[in-house]
């Protein structure tokens, strides 16, 4: 609701009030006077306006006073109010739309989705001339489609679109949605000219950039759909922010822009490039708006990062501000055009250099980017004229994989419903990249292969329905298409195991997921065509030195299909060149794509003349690195235990092995847990507190640590078993335990405690004092009763005991009931370095 234009303008508040006060003030001089209140910045002045009217006025329109306040109160960040004031508008008109719609989103925003539906459903229900109030209709229409969207519940969202377009088909945007909803659920065809009364033209005019990818084989119709929506959506009209001279950095510094440094497709293949990035030669930035889901994944990503930036609160100008006043040399989008893209930040160009990167598998026409990171497969010359960006051919393949990606126990063919004598063809793609054509040739492939099955993943039952449906339309059984639900990630990988043939999709090809099938050791059969998105999985079965998995036309990509069917022993040998060169191979070598990726980002650095402004690691009055070989006996025999490999390590200390771990390791990131900071500055970061003070997020953020170190802490903490076992419990892969823990079995000890002169002393036995004193044997059955397997133990031993200590030391052990010759062995070892694995 707004001020009528004839309302009278505020010219003496205090004679306002008190008109209110006396239910005297009419509804236009109160809407003028409120209006003019909050342009001026006096809002509290305006809702206690709006109160007292309310408080003391009888009229017909109260309603609408209710709804105008519960704006204000919203917009104030009352949500409770506002919530009370909506239902009370309702209340008093039970037909009001407006009240209804807004409510509606109240619920929406306070994290009610199914409330939110419920209000706006009741509106189509109750509301008897909905029909109408057309601009009312079709809002409410049109939220229903788009929360049923998100909330996965793609029939009734279709439904309600399909609606909204029949009453106006000049929707562009409900079209685009309306498209996607059909790929989701394989509503072929897709483009329903007579569905809904909208010609097939203006249909791919509204497609997405996302949708086009596989509604299009063609890379100058998605290059449209790309250009589109930057058109549409952009504003590219801003001022640049960034310097093209660039800065003065011995650090190339690389920003990271995305929302999905979370569970996400994007950071199951880069989790690894953050942690293995070479510190001597780069600075990692992120400048994130993901979701806090609390994954593993995310906490692994959050640690790996030098600089970890929210930028959620931000607008896209002050997000680029942010970026630009942290000198980032080199700007990697990894969103493109997906869903929750902020392209207006890359517009203000606030990088020298920015480059987009595996979010989004095509030309993402934003202005300001200058690359895209391809291979040249991927976008030969041919294809290079329908990208606004320019290609950075990486050597081998585009994407990166990480290592880490644990695979669960292999599942019998009947926990997958799966026959053990059947040819098992899968498609784990998402649904909205199969399209009839494609689907045609997966019928053929079974009716050539009599004995075989397909097995494919649907959240939507309405898709299973129409799959099986057009199976049968095309002569094949609905009982050969097997549906999988969905199952955490090392499930999921561990399927592939019992598959025989991934049958790729085009022209939208897989990605992440072909990796998926490949880490797994499932051969991957694709059909690459002219575009970025259908050339992914080639790209990969390349990097794998598996090109005659590549084929060019569906007739080839049957009748390869076929042929390994019918071939088993060549489509085992397949697989097995598969297992056995896939830890060797271009695609999952990830140190050696990490180093090719910095090598390639560095021939377009943009440097500016002059003194480096940040200085090296070598330097900043630190003395030089020590050689491991120069270091004391314990912190040498830790620094060997590490076991090759390793990304990422936490010690339980003030980080005083970081120095000597990072000369021999300088990719590793290495972070040091205490209140007292690391003096010299070699670790890669520092939770400030004692470990005993974590909080569980700072828990999920270490995480994805390979190895802890506890240098004489582990017996100085509260609970030492309960830590061993959170640290198992939480760990995102493989981890292992090195510990230096002193001997509370020692002889020097024992002859303290029995003279009663047992006290802390500075540089002797006992130093500090610990909270709980461990021997050989109580470590040993603490490490087993948390999970861990001892692989290594080593004792530093001292002078033996005199030999009246020794006697007695014996004569103790017996009288104790225990083996005088152990006890005598276990008391010459003052500590004990231990490597232990989780089990």
């Not at 630190?622 to 590490?642: F, I, N, T």
Request: charged content about 20%; hydrophobic content about 45%.
């Amino acid at each position: 609701m707004t001020a009528p234009a004839s309302a009278a303008p505020l010219t003496n508040l205090s004679q306002l009030k008190a008109l209110a006060a006396r239910g005297q003030l009419q509804v236009p001089e109160l809407f003028n006077a409120t209006a003019e209140l909050a342009a001026r910045g006096q809002v509290p002045q305006a809702i206690a306006l709006y109160r007292s009217w309310l408080d003391n006025t009888q009229s017909p329109v109260a309603y609408a006073v209710c709804f105008n306040l519960a704006v204000m109160l919203s917009d104030s960040g009352d949500t409770a109010g506002a919530e009370q004031l909506y239902r009370r508008a309702i209340a008093l008109n039970k037909f009001f739309v407006e009240a209804r719609l807004n409510l509606g989103t109240l619920q929406e925003r306070l994290g009610k989705p199914d409330a939110a539906l419920q209000i706006w459903q009741e509106i189509l229900d109750t509301v008897p001339n909905i029909a109408e109030q057309r601009a009312l209709h079709l809002q409410t229409l049109n939220n229903l489609g788009r929360l049923l969207e998100i909330q996965k519940r793609l029939p009734e969202a279709e439904a309600m679109l399909t609606q909204s377009l029949r009453l106006d088909p000049k929707q562009r945007n409900v079209i685009t949605h309306w498209i996607h909803l059909r790929q989701k659920l394989c509503e072929w065809p897709v483009y329903n000219s007579e569905l809904i009364g909208i010609p097939q033209e203006d249909l791919l005019d509204g497609t997405s950039a996302l949708a086009m990818l596989g509604a299009s084989p063609e890379p100058a119709q998605q290059l449209a759909a790309a250009r589109r929506f930057i058109e549409e959506k952009v504003n590219t009209k801003v001022t640049p922010l960034g310097t093209e001279a660039g800065y003065a950095h011995r650090r190339m510094r690389i920003g990271y822009l995305s929302s999905d440094f979370c569970s996400h497709a994007v950071s199951i293949l880069t989790a690894e490039l953050y942690e293995l990035h070479d510190r001597s030669r780069v600075e990692v930035y992120a400048f994130s708006w993901s979701r806090e889901d609390h994954s593993p994944l995310r906490a692994r990503v959050v640690s790996a990062m030098d600089h970890y930036i929210r930028i959620d609160g931000m607008s896209d100008l002050q997000a680029a501000q942010c970026i630009r006043d942290n000198e980032i040399d080199i700007l990697v989008d990894l969103h493109g055009l997906t869903l929750g893209a902020r392209a207006g930040i890359l517009c203000y160009r606030p990088a020298p250099v920015q480059l987009t990167w595996l979010g989004f598998p095509g030309s993402t026409a934003i202005p300001g980017v200058d690359y895209v990171l391809a291979d040249r497969f991927l976008i030969p010359p041919e294809l290079e004229p329908y990208f606004t960006e320019k290609p950075l051919h990486m050597p081998n393949t585009f994407q990166i994989n990480d290592r880490q990606r644990a695979i669960g126990p292999r599942p019998t063919r009947a926990d997958c419903n799966l026959a053990e004598d059947t040819m098992v063809f899968c498609s784990f793609n998402n649904n909205y990249k199969f399209t009839p054509d494609v689907f045609s040739a997966w019928m053929e492939i079974l009716k050539q292969v009599p004995d075989s099955v397909l097995w494919l993943v649907s959240d939507a039952e309405t898709t299973r329905e129409n799959l099986v449906r057009e199976a049968e339309a095309r002569g094949v059984p609905g009982t050969r298409l097997v549906f999988a639900g969905r199952v955490p990630p090392a499930q999921y990988l561990a399927r592939y195991q019992v598959a025989d043939l991934f049958l790729d999709t085009a022209p939208f090809n897989a990605g992440t997921t072909a990796s998926d099938a490949l880490w797994a050791g499932l051969p991957v059969l694709t059909c690459a065509g002219k575009t970025f998105s259908s050339r992914m999985a080639g790209s990969l079965l390349h990097a794998m030195d598996l090109p005659e998995l590549v084929t060019h036309t569906l007739d080839d990509y049957i009748a390869t299909a076929v042929a390994l069917a019918k071939d088993r022993p060549r489509l085992a040998a397949l697989r097995q060149r598969l297992v056995d060169g896939r830890d060797q191979s271009a695609l999952f070598d990830t140190p050696r794509f990490v180093r090719d990726l910095e090598d390639l980002l560095e021939t377009v650095w943009v440097r500016a003349p002059g003194e480096p402004t940040d200085a090296p690691l070598e330097q900043a009055g630190k003395p030089g690195v020590p050689d491991p070989g120069e270091l004391a006996m314990q912190p040498s025999v830790l620094l060997r235990m590490l076991r090759p490999g390793l990304h990422s390590v936490a010690e339980v200390g003030p980080g005083q092995l970081a120095q000597a771990v990072r000369h021999a390791r300088p990719g590793l990131h290495y972070t040091a847990i205490s209140a007292q900071h690391d003096p010299e500055g070699w670790a890669s970061a520092v939770v400030a507190t004692e470990l005993d003070q974590l909080t569980p997020g700072d828990w999920q953020n270490l995480a994805a640590n390979q190895a802890w170190i506890f240098p004489e802490t582990l017996e100085r903490l509260r609970d030492p078993a309960a830590t061993l076992r959170r640290i198992r419990a939480l760990s995102t892969g493989q981890v292992e335990v090195l510990a230096c823990v002193n001997n509370a079995q020692h002889w020097l000890l024992q002859a303290a405690l029995a003279g009663g002169t047992l006290r802390a002393q500075e540089g002797g036995v006992p130093g500090k004092l610990p909270m709980h004193w461990l021997t050989r044997s109580a470590l040993q059955d603490m490490f087993a009763a948390c999970g861990y397997v001892i692989a290594e133990m080593v004792t530093v031993n001292m002078p033996p005991p005199p030999p009246a200590t020794a006697a007695a030391l014996r004569a103790m052990a017996v009288a104790a009931g225990a083996d005088p010759v152990q006890a005598e062995a276990d008391a010459i070892p003052y500590q004990y370095i231990i490597r232990a694995v989780a089990a």
